[in-house]
């Protein structure tokens, strides 16, 4: 009986792992898709930030 009893705690233990594992296949497709879609954002604002600090440190040098 007790053997039974051990068997129905390891078979609801892999229920809840299994769960657990769909849970986070889930979670990383959503993050993945939601950093997939910060990506060009983030290259675009890495070219402004290339193109404007050596703007500003130009101007500083330029000055009278």
Same mark, same amino acid.
């Given at each position: 009986? *007790? $053997?039974d $009893?051990?068997q129905? /705690?390891? $078979? /609801?233990l892999?229920? =809840?792992?299994?769960?657990? !594992?769909?849970?986070l @296949? *889930?979670?990383? *497709?959503?993050?993945d !898709?939601r950093?997939? *879609? &910060?990506? #060009?954002q =983030? !290259? @675009?604002? @890495?070219w /402004? &930030?290339?193109? &404007? =600090? #050596?703007? =500003?440190?130009?101007s500083?040098?330029?000055? #009278?």
């Amino acid at each position: 009986m *007790a $053997a039974d $009893a051990l068997q129905v /705690r390891l $078979a /609801r233990l892999e229920e =809840i792992c299994e769960q657990i !594992d769909k849970r986070l @296949s *889930a979670l990383e *497709a959503r993050m993945d !898709d939601r950093f997939g *879609a &910060l990506d #060009p954002q =983030i !290259d @675009s604002l @890495s070219w /402004r &930030l290339v193109v &404007l =600090i #050596p703007a =500003i440190v130009g101007s500083w040098f330029l000055r #009278p």
